[in-house]
């Protein structure tokens, strides 16, 4: 699932500011429940990162690093923190690539449909 941001309106994955005394992976699902109302059980271990530039509310540019969790989703909740803030969607792996405009991003997307079998292969 991809969903825009509220300032540029870019599609994006949910993503915060780190929790304080709060695993990573604690706060990747905090964030998915927060901004997209997923809700489900996310992995302990990041598959990768990537680094973008956030425009702060004061205008200042910081260089941010964004390790991204695993979440198998099980639901959605019909009520969430930021509904009706974004848009929300689901895509294939390889059109949520293209439709992101972070570079690293986009590789990691890219990366990850190479190790996930094809929605064809089923195994006997």
Known sequence: ???TSRETRRWVIPKGWPIRG??????????????AGL???TGTEAIGSYRYDKR???GVET???VE???LEVEGQRKRWREKGQRKLRWF??????QAVQEPGLRKLLRQLD??????GDEEE
């Open 1 to 3: 699932m991809l969903l």
């Open 22 to 35: 709060a695993k990573p992976h604690a706060s990747a699902a905090r964030e998915a429940l927060e901004e």
């Open 39 to 41: 809700i489900g059980r």
């Open 56 to 58: 702060l509310k004061n």
């Open 63 to 65: 260089r941010c690093k």
């Open 68 to 70: 991204v969790f695993p």
């Open 92 to 97: 294939t792996l390889l059109d949520a690539a």
């Open 114 to 119: 190479t190790l996930l079998p094809d929605e």
